[in-house]
């Protein structure tokens, strides 16, 4: 009988065990590969993202949660936010942005008098974007930091991406070089970002519980031919 107990005793800590190491492996597998969390930190994406009590904070704010599968099965699109390693970094470090995806490949981009315009692969024109997720300090101030990076043409595979905080963000304007260096003059390919390094697309606000909501993709009509 005290045989029988111990087999019993031992059986239940095997299975626990490995219902254990079951849920961990799939724990493991969803991060990895399906989705995963993120710390959003600086101003770069105010008001859209790391707004804390009515106030764009400027460092570790709001946590959201990245879908990492689904630029397998699908291109990243225009006006979703994304999360990126930084270009042109020592690939052994793991540093990421989060940012807006404005133009894909085949867009021409031109940033004029504090409006970006775009002229379409399918288009013979520059039309104004409009972007609603720009506040009033950003609205119609969309500057440029070099004379000569005001237009851009995006290779293939390849995309052109903006912070919605534009007066604090460093992105394709800058090659992503918060320095402002001559790097995006001797080499302009330098301001996109190539859809290998594209991390996922940023899904959900989870942290703080009162912000939680989904994360929308902004669809610009205003492009469609």
Known sequence: MK???????????????????????IVIIIQTWIVAPFDVSGKSMCDTLNIINGECV?????KIII??????????????????????ENKSEEKYFIKRIIGVAGDKIKIENGEVF???????????????YLNQYNKS?????????????????????LGDNRN?????RTCFDGTQTMSCKTDKNRAFVHKD????????????????RTIKTTEYSELDN
């Open 3 to 25: 045989n029988t107990k111990t087999k019993k005793a031992i059986y239940w800590i095997l299975d626990l065990a490995l219902n254990v190491v079951v849920i961990f492996g």
């Open 58 to 62: 400027n460092d570790y704010g709001e």
């Open 67 to 88: 879908n990492e599968v689904l630029y397998l099965f699908k291109e990243p699109q225009r006006g979703e936010i994304v999360v990126f390693k930084i270009p042109h």
């Open 118 to 132: 775009i002229q379409t692969k399918n288009s013979s024109e520059f039309i104004k974007l409009e972007e609603p």
């Open 141 to 161: 101030n969309t500057k440029v930091y070099f004379e000569y990076n005001t237009e851009w043409e995006v290779p293939e595979d390849h995309y052109f991406l």
């Open 168 to 172: 604090y963000s460093t992105d394709s």
């Open 197 to 212: 390094i594209i991390r996922g697309k940023a899904s959900i606000v989870w942290w703080p519980f009162k912000n939680m």
